[in-house]
Each structure stands twice: as structure tokens, then as C-alpha cells.
């Protein structure tokens, strides 16, 4: 699922035919490496506001129009204010793609100061981990730059002020644009690897995706080498390479998402084979759904995705202080149950001490042993002695070990008790931190981590800036096969809320068996348990398998899943977040999948 040249083209012609002759109405930096800027169209071309965002994340770089505002920082970083500075109120001249690069340029003109007329281009690489924002002005030199590049990181390009802009050719590319039959000819010749692989490494903007699409579309066959093609199939190669490259050109996209085959409501609930701007032949029998703009498309595809690694850069703190602290007492917890089995010899130490008060008359002064009837089993035992001391000290001394290990197990089963619940609690805790797709679920768990210890209870100067402006973290809510309201906690404090605040007793409770996860709750709206629907029992336990960490650990593999009435679910006083007791519950054996339920966005 590459951002190849080809998904670059698609957008560039997108935002082309929108944005030229837009002004810049506003520019904010929602991240350190994103921009949100909303232009006012031309009133021929629609008018009103368009949001464009630009993403220069090395692990998620994206370009796309939304609908969506976003909420600037208190303080603007300094790259925003400097396009401000050159860029507001700026009208866009042209969006431009070098080649079938992944490098999307928008020219922009806008009056200085003095009122002046000035030129600058904004660019954007969509290059993976060199992926960058670039501001340049009418002489290509470097204004400044989302990411500052020195010699120290890279040798093949500088991205400072001051500095020429290019583009680096380390890998010596050519541009399939200005692409000839005959030299295309000679170097397939020439090429020892697959077709596909010898359209990757020679031209700009193929991924292997759409090189396999090119290599499909020719019935030349995945794996054999090009130094096996005659002349008609390299003639044939190079037509369905010209044609695709024609369609972009034209502006000839056909923007899908391929899904694997599945169930017949894949296409909500399934997992993506692939996403391209080209009509893909090779994937002809997949069920997908097409778009009609490939920005909804890339908006569409990339958002969980976007939202779950913003999520896990902003919980890194959190998972580490988690697993820090989850080694620590794993290794700690198994120290203790080593004590507490070495504690189970004291029955054998009390034992021998009874013995030798009972027999010790007839043990001779200096034996090492001494073979005793055990009046408790009936048979011969052989009694370890220290020969320097008397029987009655012997015996003494193996009542003092047994005592001693009886208080040891005794105070070690309280200690290994709370360091197992705080286990307990760290996984709920990671596994909560695995489904947070928010700020407000992470303000929740760290809020639970401060309460119990795992996190110091201080603000910093970032909390106290976004904690008015972070959207309130809810459950999720879907809706089973017959209407019945289905809701997903997402971390131990809405577990919670959920079981005893917003649930009826009536309400049906679910969560997988022995393991952390998800309450779900399944209102009944007044109905008797015995008149809801086992479609409806199943869905609710599919959702507790797949939230939970069994889930996780096994894929679609089946979970056991417990539930009862929710008025049979109790909190000890005392009790750590999410934690619950229940008895007489009901058992269903589910496969970890929620296809088929539909999610509502509340």
C-alpha cells in the first residue's frame, strides 16, 4: 500500500483543479510535522472553504482536502508564522508534480510589505523517513523548512536556509515521461531481475505495486527475468507501460480500495488488500469500493492508521513507565511464588519435631540421624540431626524453621497478592493504551495511572495549555444484529462508568474470561433476558473477545467470553479500577471478530 508517484499524480490534479486561483485564508501546524491550510476557491469553481492538510510525518507522509478543522496551538511554531508571514492571503498560481516524483509544489504569489509582488513555492516530499515541507522563494533557495537537514544527517542534501533546493538523485532514476521505446528496450535487455523489479529500480514514481499491475496487464508472468523476453513482449511491456503513463497525463484515475474476500459486509468491516489511483486487473475478483476523489480515498484509508500512530507517539511516555514497571513486578512476582513453594517443606520440618519429641529418648548423644516410626503415615523416617546438639534441641530447631516459614508464606501470600493485582492492572492498563484512538483516552488512563501511583501527579506547561481543549473520551457504540445498543469500554475508568453508572441491572455484562479487556454492555430497553436473540448474545461476546488481550495475542482465534445480568456484577470496596466480582454467570465461546456489527459514530 505505497504512496507511489502515481497516487502523488492523482492528488496533484485533484488539488490543481481546485486550488488554482484560491487565496490562503488561514495556515495552522496542528503537529510538529502537519499542516492544515484552508483556502477560499474562486466562486467558478465552488467558493466557500477548502482545507488541505499536508503531512510530512516520516512514518505517515500524507497530502489530502478534508472537511475537518483542527485546533491550532496557544503558540504557533516558527515555520507557521513564517507562512504566515509569506504566504496568507496568498493566491495559488499553479500545482506542479516533477515527473512521476513523489513531490507535489504549489507556486503561490502574495504581496510583500511594500506591496510588492513576490513569488514563493511551498513544496512537499512525500519521501518516507526524508519526507518534508519545504518553503523556497522565486530563486529556488531555501526559506526554511518543517525539518532542518544538516550535513550531519544527511551528505547528500542540505535542507537549511540559504541553501539551492533540489532534488537528490542518489538512486539515478529516470523519468518515465521522457521515456523512449528504444531506450527502453535496451535497458530491459540489459536487466537481469524481474519486469517488476526492473520498472522499480529504473523509473521514478513505480512502487511494486503498480509494477506488478504493469507486468499483469502485459501476461509477461511475475517471476520470470526480462533477459527471457523477446522482442513482441518488450514491444507489448513497453505499450502498457506508455498507456499507463498516458492515463496519468490525462487525468484517466479511477481511485479504489481492494479488500480481501470475505463476508458480504467486507467492504465495512474487512482489511484492505490495496488502494491505487489505476484501475488494478490483477485484482479484478476483489470485492472494493470505488471513489470519486482520491484525497476522500487517502482520507478514508490512512486515518485509523494516522490516528494510531499519532496516539502511540503521544502514549510513548506511558507504554514505558507500563512496561518498566509490568517487568519489574513480573520478575518480582516470580521470586515470591519461588519463596512461597519453598515454604511448603515446613510440614516435613514440623513433622520431624514432633518425632523427636516423641522418640528422642532412645536417640544415642552424637548421631547424625535417626530412623523414627511416623506415627502419621506408618512408616519408617529418617530424621537429619545436628550431632552437637541434644534431641530436644533438634526438635527445637526444626519447630523454630517451621514456624518461621509459616509467618514467611503467610505475609508473602498478602505481598504476592498485591503485586499480582497491580500485574493485573499494568495489562489493563497496556491493553488500554492499545485501543486509545484519542487524546481525551489517554488523559483518562494517565489520569487512572496518577490515582494509583504509576505516574507522579504533576502538570506541565502542555498539559495546562490542551487539557480544556481535549474532546471528553466516550465508549464505543455499535448496534447487534436486531437494533440492541452494544458499548465498548476502552480503558478501566470507562470500564467503570459503563458497568455501574450508565447500565440498567438489567442490562446484559460481558467480558472475555481470565484475561484483561473490555466491559460491554448490551442494553435490553426493558426486555427480558430470555427474549433477546442469541445473533444478538454473540455479537455482544465478539466484541468482548475482540477488545480483548486475547485478541491480541491470538488473531482471530476464539475466546471464551463470560455474561450475566448486569445486577450480578459487584466492586469490592477498595477495588482497582475496571476490577470486578460476579457469580452464576454464563459462558459463550466466540471467535474474536466483530464483521458484521455495525460501529455508530456518535
Given at each position: 500500500?505505497?504512496f507511489d508517484?502515481?497516487?502523488t499524480?492523482a492528488l496533484?490534479?485533484?488539488f490543481?483543479?481546485?486550488l488554482?486561483?484560491?487565496?490562503i485564508y488561514?495556515i495552522?501546524?496542528?503537529e510538529?510535522d502537519?499542516?492544515?491550510?484552508?483556502?477560499?476557491?474562486?466562486m467558478?469553481?465552488?467558493?466557500?472553504?477548502v482545507r488541505?492538510?499536508?503531512?510530512a510525518d516520516?512514518?505517515?507522509p500524507l497530502?489530502?482536502?478534508?472537511?475537518?478543522?483542527?485546533t491550532a496551538?496557544a503558540?504557533a511554531?516558527?515555520?507557521c508564522?513564517?507562512l504566515r508571514?509569506y504566504?496568507?492571503?496568498?493566491?495559488?498560481?499553479?500545482?506542479?508534480q516533477?515527473?512521476?516524483?513523489r513531490?507535489?509544489?504549489?507556486?503561490?504569489?502574495?504581496?510583500n510589505?511594500?506591496g510588492?509582488?513576490?513569488?514563493?513555492?511551498?513544496v512537499l516530499?512525500?519521501?518516507g523517513?526524508?519526507s518534508?515541507l519545504?518553503?523556497?522563494d522565486?530563486?529556488?533557495?531555501?526559506t526554511?523548512?518543517?525539518r532542518?537537514i544538516?550535513s550531519l544527517?544527511?551528505?547528500?542534501?542540505?535542507?537549511?536556509p540559504?541553501?539551492p533546493?533540489f532534488v537528490p538523485e542518489?538512486?539515478n532514476?529516470?523519468n518515465p515521461?521522457?521515456?523512449?521505446?528504444?531506450a527502453f528496450?535496451s535497458?530491459l535487455?540489459?536487466?537481469?531481475t524481474?519486469p517488476?523489479?526492473?520498472l522499480?529500480?529504473t523509473y521514478?514514481?513505480f512502487?511494486?505495486?503498480i509494477?506488478?499491475?504493469c507486468?499483469?496487464?502485459t501476461h509477461?508472468?511475475?517471476?520470470?527475468?526480462?533477459?527471457e523476453l523477446?522482442?513482441?513482449?518488450?514491444?507489448?511491456?513497453?505499450?502498457?507501460f506508455s498507456?499507463?503513463?498516458s492515463?496519468v497525463?490525462?487525468?484517466?484515475?479511477?481511485?479504489?480500495i481492494?479488500?480481501?474476500?470475505g463476508?458480504?459486509?467486507?467492504?465495512?468491516?474487512?482489511?484492505?488488500v490495496e488502494?491505487?489511483?489505476?484501475?488494478?486487473t490483477?485484482?479484478?475478483?476483489?470485492p472494493?469500493?470505488d471513489y470519486d476523489?482520491?484525497?476522500?480515498?487517502?482520507?478514508d484509508?490512512?486515518a485509523q492508521k494516522?490516528?494510531?500512530t499519532?496516539?502511540?507517539q503521544k502514549?510513548?511516555?506511558l507504554r514505558?513507565?507500563v512496561?518498566?514497571i509490568?517487568e519489574?513486578d513480573?520478575h518480582?512476582?516470580?521470586?515470591?511464588?519461588k519463596?512461597?513453594?519453598?515454604?511448603?517443606?515446613r510440614?516435613?520440618?514440623?513433622i520431624y519435631g514432633?518425632?523427636l519429641n516423641?522418640?528422642?529418648?532412645?536417640?544415642?548423644s552424637?548421631?547424625?540421624s535417626a530412623?523414627?516410626?511416623?506415627?502419621y503415615?506408618?512408616e519408617?523416617?529418617t530424621?537429619?540431626?545436628?550431632?552437637?546438639?541434644?534431641a530436644q534441641?533438634?526438635?527445637?530447631?526444626?519447630?523454630?524453621?517451621?514456624?518461621?516459614m509459616?509467618?514467611?508464606e503467610?505475609?508473602l501470600?498478602k505481598?504476592t497478592?498485591?503485586?499480582k493485582?497491580?500485574i493485573?492492572?499494568?495489562?489493563?492498563?497496556?491493553h488500554a493504551?492499545d485501543?486509545?484512538?484519542?487524546?481525551?483516552?489517554?488523559?483518562q488512563?494517565?489520569?487512572?495511572?496518577?490515582?494509583v501511583?504509576?505516574?507522579?501527579?504533576?502538570?506541565?506547561k502542555?498539559?495546562?495549555?490542551?487539557?480544556?481543549k481535549?474532546?471528553p473520551?466516550?465508549p464505543?457504540?455499535?448496534?447487534?444484529t436486531n437494533?440492541?445498543?452494544l458499548?465498548?469500554?476502552?480503558n478501566n475508568t470507562?470500564?467503570d462508568?459503563?458497568t455501574?453508572?450508565?447500565s440498567?441491572?438489567s442490562d446484559?455484562w460481558?467480558h472475555a474470561?481470565?484475561?484483561?479487556?473490555s466491559h460491554?454492555?448490551l442494553?435490553?430497553?426493558?426486555?427480558?433476558?430470555e427474549?433477546i436473540?442469541?445473533?444478538?448474545f454473540?455479537?455482544?461476546?465478539?466484541?468482548?473477545?475482540y477488545?480483548?488481550?486475547?485478541?491480541r495475542?491470538?488473531?482471530?482465534?476464539r475466546i471464551?467470553?463470560?455474561?450475566?445480568?448486569r445486577?450480578?456484577?459487584?466492586?469490592p470496596?477498595?477495588?482497582?479500577p475496571?476490577?470486578v466480582?460476579?457469580?452464576?454467570n454464563f459462558?459463550i465461546n466466540?471467535?474474536a471478530?466483530?464483521?458484521?456489527?455495525?460501529?455508530?459514530k456518535?
Amino acid at each position: 500500500m505505497a504512496f507511489d508517484g502515481f497516487t502523488t499524480a492523482a492528488l496533484t490534479k485533484e488539488f490543481r483543479d481546485l486550488l488554482v486561483g484560491a487565496r490562503i485564508y488561514r495556515i495552522i501546524q496542528p503537529e510538529q510535522d502537519e499542516l492544515l491550510i484552508t483556502f477560499k476557491p474562486m466562486m467558478e469553481k465552488g467558493g466557500g472553504t477548502v482545507r488541505l492538510c499536508l503531512c510530512a510525518d516520516p512514518t505517515l507522509p500524507l497530502a489530502y482536502l478534508t472537511d475537518e478543522n483542527r485546533t491550532a496551538p496557544a503558540s504557533a511554531p516558527t515555520f507557521c508564522m513564517l507562512l504566515r508571514k509569506y504566504l496568507q492571503n496568498g493566491k495559488v498560481t499553479a500545482v506542479e508534480q516533477p515527473g512521476l516524483e513523489r513531490i507535489i509544489r504549489f507556486q503561490i504569489e502574495h504581496l510583500n510589505e511594500m506591496g510588492d509582488l513576490c513569488h514563493h513555492t511551498l513544496v512537499l516530499e512525500l519521501m518516507g523517513k526524508h519526507s518534508n515541507l519545504i518553503l523556497l522563494d522565486e530563486n529556488e533557495v531555501i526559506t526554511d523548512s518543517i525539518r532542518r537537514i544538516s550535513s550531519l544527517v544527511s551528505s547528500v542534501r542540505e535542507v537549511l536556509p540559504g541553501r539551492p533546493y533540489f532534488v537528490p538523485e542518489t538512486q539515478n532514476k529516470r523519468n518515465p515521461f521522457e521515456e523512449t521505446k528504444e531506450a527502453f528496450d535496451s535497458a530491459l535487455k540489459g536487466c537481469g531481475t524481474t519486469p517488476a523489479k526492473f520498472l522499480v529500480s529504473t523509473y521514478t514514481g513505480f512502487s511494486n505495486v503498480i509494477s506488478q499491475e504493469c507486468v499483469h496487464r502485459t501476461h509477461l508472468g511475475q517471476d520470470r527475468s526480462c533477459a527471457e523476453l523477446d522482442e513482441k513482449e518488450r514491444s507489448a511491456f513497453f505499450e502498457v507501460f506508455s498507456s499507463m503513463l498516458s492515463d496519468v497525463k490525462n487525468g484517466a484515475f479511477s481511485p479504489a480500495i481492494y479488500y480481501h474476500l470475505g463476508s458480504a459486509d467486507v467492504i465495512a468491516q474487512g482489511e484492505p488488500v490495496e488502494f491505487s489511483a489505476l484501475p488494478m486487473t490483477m485484482y479484478r475478483d476483489l470485492p472494493k469500493k470505488d471513489y470519486d476523489s482520491m484525497s476522500r480515498l487517502v482520507r478514508d484509508f490512512y486515518a485509523q492508521k494516522n490516528i494510531v500512530t499519532r496516539i502511540r507517539q503521544k502514549s510513548q511516555d506511558l507504554r514505558h513507565i507500563v512496561s518498566t514497571i509490568l517487568e519489574r513486578d513480573i520478575h518480582k512476582y516470580d521470586l515470591q511464588q519461588k519463596q512461597l513453594k519453598d515454604t511448603k517443606k515446613r510440614e516435613q520440618y514440623r513433622i520431624y519435631g514432633e518425632l523427636l519429641n516423641a522418640y528422642g529418648y532412645g536417640i544415642p548423644s552424637g548421631a547424625k540421624s535417626a530412623v523414627l516410626d511416623n506415627y502419621y503415615t506408618g512408616e519408617k523416617l529418617t530424621v537429619p540431626l545436628d550431632p552437637t546438639k541434644t534431641a530436644q534441641q533438634n526438635a527445637k530447631h526444626y519447630f523454630d524453621r517451621y514456624t518461621k516459614m509459616k509467618r514467611t508464606e503467610e505475609e508473602l501470600s498478602k505481598i504476592t497478592a498485591d503485586v499480582k493485582a497491580e500485574i493485573d492492572e499494568l495489562e489493563g492498563i497496556r491493553h488500554a493504551l492499545d485501543l486509545a484512538t484519542t487524546e481525551g483516552d489517554l488523559k483518562q488512563i494517565r489520569s487512572e495511572m496518577q490515582d494509583v501511583g504509576f505516574v507522579h501527579k504533576k502538570q506541565d506547561k502542555n498539559d495546562r495549555r490542551t487539557s480544556g481543549k481535549t474532546a471528553p473520551s466516550k465508549p464505543l457504540h455499535f448496534v447487534s444484529t436486531n437494533g440492541f445498543d452494544l458499548f465498548v469500554g476502552k480503558n478501566n475508568t470507562q470500564n467503570d462508568d459503563l458497568t455501574f453508572h450508565f447500565s440498567s441491572p438489567s442490562d446484559i455484562w460481558f467480558h472475555a474470561n481470565d484475561m484483561p479487556g473490555s466491559h460491554v454492555i448490551l442494553r435490553t430497553a426493558g426486555k427480558a433476558f430470555e427474549d433477546i436473540p442469541d445473533a444478538d448474545f454473540e455479537d455482544a461476546a465478539r466484541l468482548a473477545a475482540y477488545y480483548s488481550s486475547g485478541a491480541r495475542n491470538n488473531p482471530g482465534g476464539r475466546i471464551e467470553v463470560d455474561y450475566l445480568e448486569r445486577r450480578g456484577v459487584k466492586k469490592p470496596s477498595g477495588a482497582r479500577p475496571g476490577f470486578v466480582i460476579y457469580h452464576s454467570n454464563f459462558s459463550i465461546n466466540v471467535l474474536a471478530s466483530i464483521t458484521g456489527i455495525r460501529e455508530v459514530k456518535d
